[in-house]
Structure formats: C-alpha cells, structure tokens
C-alpha cells in the first residue's frame, strides 16, 4: 500500500506538481493497521540545498530551503514501553524495545532493519539528553524521494523527533531537536553529517530559502528570486552516505586545517580561512587535501556572494554562483557523477534557467535548478528529452516550492 495513491507514476506522466498528503487517509490507514485513531499528525519536510555544499561540517554559511515534499506520520501514545512501526511505502513494520535501544534489535532480537534506525535513533538520543520517550504506535510515509540528496532521512528524524515532543509534553526549541536528530545521525546511524538537513526540515519557511551560520547557530529567510521556479531532477544514481566518502571528505577538512594552523594559529575550522592566506599556504597541503579544501573556503565566499545577489535582486550572478558550485563540487570536492555533470549542463544551455548544481552531498542524487516561472513546463521536457538523448536514461523532474518546516498537521 502506498499512501497518497499513484505518486511515482505521476511524475512522469506530465504532472511535475507534487502531491499534497490527504491527511483523511493517514488516519484511515493507522486505524486500520492499529484499530483505533491516532492522537496526532506529523509532517517534517524535506531540503534542497541552493549553495553552501559541504561547508556544514566546516562550521560556514548553507543556503537550503525546506521543500513541499515531506514525511508524514500519524501516532498515538502507548502504555507499553515499546516502539511499533509501520512504512507502507515498503510494506514493512518492526516493534523495539525503548529499554535497550543501544542494542539496535527487535522484540525477537533480531538486528533493526536500516530504516529503522532513524526512528531508533532519535529515540535512543532524548533518552540520553534525559527527556521522556513514550511508547509509540506510528504509521509514516513520504514523499520525499529515499537516497537523491533531499534528506529523505532528516525528515524522518524530524517527524519522530516532534512527535516524541508532542506525546511527550516536554519543551524544547527547534534547534535543540534539530542538534538532537544529526545525533542521531552522527552516533546511532552513523553517518558524520552536518546540521544543515535537520535545521532546514526544522526551519522551513514557505517561498524562502534559510541562510543558516552553522557556527553562530543564527539564521535569517531570505526570499526567493520573484517569479522563479525551484525544478529537482533527479539523476536516478542513487547513493549512501553510509559509504566512506561523505566521512573521508569530512577527514581532508579536518588535515587541512591541522596543516594550516601551523601557519594560522587561531583558526579553528576552514571557515576561518579566507582566500588570500589559502592561495598563500596552499602549497603545504597533500594534492587531494588541497582541492577538497579549496572547495570549501570558495564555496563560503560563494554564498555570501549568493545572498548579497538576493538581496540586491540580481538573479544572474546567483545563478553563475550555482554553476560555479557545482564545477567546484565536480572538479575539487569530486562529489560529482557524469550523470548529475550531464543534468547541470543540458539545463545550463536552455533558455530561462537561472542557474543550476548538484544539491546535497551529491555521489548520485539529484539537481536543483532555478528556473523563469513561465517556462518550467517546457524546461522540464528539455531536460528529460536532453538528458535520454545523452546517457539513455530518465529523469524524474519535480517542480517545488520552498515550503514551511516540521510540524503537527
Ligand atoms: C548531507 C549531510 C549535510 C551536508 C550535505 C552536504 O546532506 O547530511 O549535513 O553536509 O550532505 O552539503
């Protein structure tokens, strides 16, 4: 059963719209699986990122926008001390134990399937800030495409992390959950991930984009360019950040900055360092070292540059950001695939596209492009025709608006 009916096939059948959740169903389909209503709804969206790759670990400036494709749960409190789940988008349900969640097994003890980890997590996390974690009787399903780069995994964090809140009555601020999910993320699935994915799911504001100082933990919405469009493609190569990469990019990052401390003594991160002193110094740095570093200090630049152009209404040099991040993300950072280089540049070369990049953490995953409003619908046939003719594949194309964070519904 897929909650929300046809999703998939509509994609490519010309409705590039997403689909909004009929929250009628949702109760439907808990009361059915668990005979009774559930006592709340729950949707946490999912991100895209505009510019500001990679530089969430490095302490620097993201720009990502929450998106109106979202996680959506219903839940109810229960007297036992256990956790039962159930995904109809795979079909799937697991009951845990909140008594031994370090043990990351079933009732039967068998190991908790990946998907459950998230959920797992984020409760093993409250229980150790000293928060209650009530037992849980929950249905989720989303529509927040798993492994392309759009924080298909924040936004279940998200969604479990205000529903514990609710049912569990205790106060805690956006930001505190937000740093409580990348726990999660970081010390239960694993993944060394930065804070922008939870932060966006948490912060969303409709028709914004969110330049969040990942040091400063200040934010501000910034609105998006008027009468623009936000089109996802998605390249279809589907990626894991559980693989090595995304923790070894993290590692350069950190020798660059241990190199370079020999010369910069207070820098602390490489959002410290500025362009001139990395030209300067740069010759200190291993080969690899020195690109994966040199993306991350330019792309800091890019984004200040970003919000200035927003501010000041200059669309085209945002847009030449964009593509500038993603040469950058291709050539030093090498998160890139032929398939996404492909995406990026058949929208480059199709009237009416502001600017386009990769967008998350890449290795797979999709594109974000900034698109003239009047021409999406033609811009979308481009792509998806330009990009069969190059690699033989298709491309699934969302058109999306920049929609409001996590929540009750
Ligand atoms: C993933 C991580 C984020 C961020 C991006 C790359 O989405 O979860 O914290 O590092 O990659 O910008």
Same mark, same amino acid.
């Given at each position: 059963m897929v909650i929300g009916g046809d999703r998939g096939a509509r994609?490519?059948?010309?409705?590039h719209r997403p689909l909004t959740m009929d929250t009628s169903q949702l109760r439907s389909a808990f009361r059915s699986r668990f005979g009774s209503s559930p006592d709340l709804l729950v949707r946490a969206p999912g991100r895209v990122n505009l510019l500001g790759e990679h530089v969430d670990y490095n302490s620097g400036p993201v720009l990502p926008a929450a998106i109106d494709r979202a996680v959506y749960l219903a839940g109810s409190a229960t007297a036992a001390n256990h956790v039962h789940l159930y995904a109809p988008d795979i079909d799937a349900e697991v009951t845990f134990s909140l008594d031994s969640l370090?043990?990351?097994?079933?009732l039967m003890g068998n190991p908790l399937p990946n998907w459950a980890h998230y959920p797992a997590g984020v409760a093993w996390v409250i229980q150790q800030s000293g928060k209650q974690v009530a037992g849980l009787r929950a249905l989720y399903t989303s529509d927040?495409?798993?492994?392309?780069?759009?924080s298909s995994s924040a936004a279940v964090e998200m969604a479990f992390a205000v529903t514990w809140q609710e049912i569990g009555a205790w106060s805690a601020d956006r930001m505190t959950l937000a740093r409580l999910c990348q726990e999660a993320e970081n010390h239960y699935v694993g993944v060394s991930s930065g804070l922008m994915d939870q932060f966006a799911s948490a912060y969303g504001v409709l028709d914004h984009a969110l330049l969040f100082d990942?040091?400063?933990l200040e934010w501000e919405a910034v609105p998006l360019p008027s009468e623009t469009v936000l089109v996802v493609a998605d390249s279809g190569v589907r990626r894991s950040l559980t693989s090595s990469a995304y923790n070894e990019r993290r590692a350069a990052c950190e020798k660059a900055v241990d190199v370079l401390r020999q010369d910069?003594?207070?820098?602390?991160? &490489?959002?410290? $360092?500025n362009s001139t002193d990395f030209y300067r110094l740069r010759?200190?740095?291993?080969a690899e070292v020195r690109l994966r570093a040199e993306h991350v200090i330019t792309e800091i630049e890019r984004v200040f540059s970003a919000v200035a152009a927003l501010h000041s209404g200059d669309q085209v040099t945002f847009g030449e950001l964009m593509f500038a991040g993603h040469a950058s993300l291709r050539d &030093?950072?090498? $998160?890139?695939t032929p398939e996404l280089d492909a995406l990026v540049e058949i929208a480059g070369g199709i009237?009416?596209?502001?600017g386009a990049r990769l967008t998350?953490?890449?290795?797979g995953g999709c594109t974000i492009n900034l698109i003239e409003q009047d021409i999406a619908e033609d811009f979308i046939q481009s792509l998806q025709q330009g990009y069969l003719q190059r690699t033989g594949k298709e491309t699934q194309a969302y058109l999306c608006q920049a929609s409001q964070g996590a929540g009750t519904i």
């Open positions: 994609q490519f059948a010309g409705d370090e043990t990351r097994q079933d927040v495409p798993i492994g392309a780069g759009l990942t040091r400063s910069l003594p207070g820098i602390q991160s &490489l959002r410290d $360092v010759h200190k740095l291993p &030093l950072y090498q $998160v890139s009237p009416g596209c502001i998350g953490a890449g290795f």
